[in-house]
T-cell receptor, first 110, second 114 residues
């Protein structure tokens, strides 16, 4: 079943923060986050494995609450380059296959 | 991270014909997958490409329409058979790295069926 992402779209000014949520109705083994720019392939950001781990990459970090079957992606001090559509991909422990959320379109304005 | 290439990058095909898309990874990976993405939409998993055996298809996708091969650990093909305009989409392959379970995507093949 497809995970639900919120919000569907968000507009930010440079330097502002944003949170994107991903919620599943099924038990999760891992959550993968990607950013896709128009006309390009999705780019891997990070993976969170079962265990409530929080990971970070520069000003982008994420958390995973396996009990709630939820993950959140945190973007701090946003830059113009952060613009794009963010997808979460959830894995239920079935050999690595990912089911993707509907995406969150993020626009960062100067 | 693995580097994935796909050929062709785009094609325009006639209704009723077939197109084979190739996916090559520059290093050994565990799993390979094929996805479809309509413009402005999310990614939909078509199938898992299994090395040396039949692919595992998701609900709504069948082998006769989307035959898949994976003859070795780093190469896979997806064929879109007997195409109709509804098959117009972007087709992406992905691969899971051996080390960290990360999945990377190829650049995609943009298919237009007339």
């Amino acid at each position: 079943q497809q995970p639900v992402q919120s919000p569907q779209a968000v507009i930010l000014r440079e330097g502002e923060d944003a949170v994107i949520n991903c919620s599943s109705s099924k038990a999760l083994y891992s959550v993968h986050w990607y950013r896709q720019k128009h006309g390009e392939a999705p780019v891997f950001l990070m993976i969170l494995l079962k265990g409530g781990e929080q990971k970070g990459h520069e000003k982008i970090s994420a958390s995973f609450n396996e009990k709630k079957q939820q993950s959140s992606l945190y973007l701090t001090a946003s830059q113009l380059s952060y613009s794009g559509t963010y997808f979460c991909g959830t894995e239920g422990g079935q050999g690595g296959k990912l089911i993707f959320g509907q995406g969150t379109e993020l626009s960062v304005k100067p | 991270s693995a580097v994935i290439s796909q050929k062709p990058s785009r094609d325009i095909c006639q209704r009723g014909t077939s197109l084979t898309i190739q996916c090559q990874v520059d290093s050994q990976v565990t799993m390979m997958f094929w996805y479809r993405q309509q413009p402005g939409q999310s990614l939909t998993l078509i199938a898992t490409a299994n090395q040396g055996s039949e692919a595992t298809y998701e609900s709504g996708f069948v082998i006769d329409k989307f035959p898949i091969s994976r003859p070795n650990l780093t190469f896979s093909t997806l064929t879109v058979s007997n195409m109709s305009p509804e098959d117009s989409s972007i087709y992406l392959c992905s691969a899971e790295s051996i080390s960290y379970n990360e999945q990377f995507f190829g650049p995609g093949t943009r298919l237009t069926v007339l």
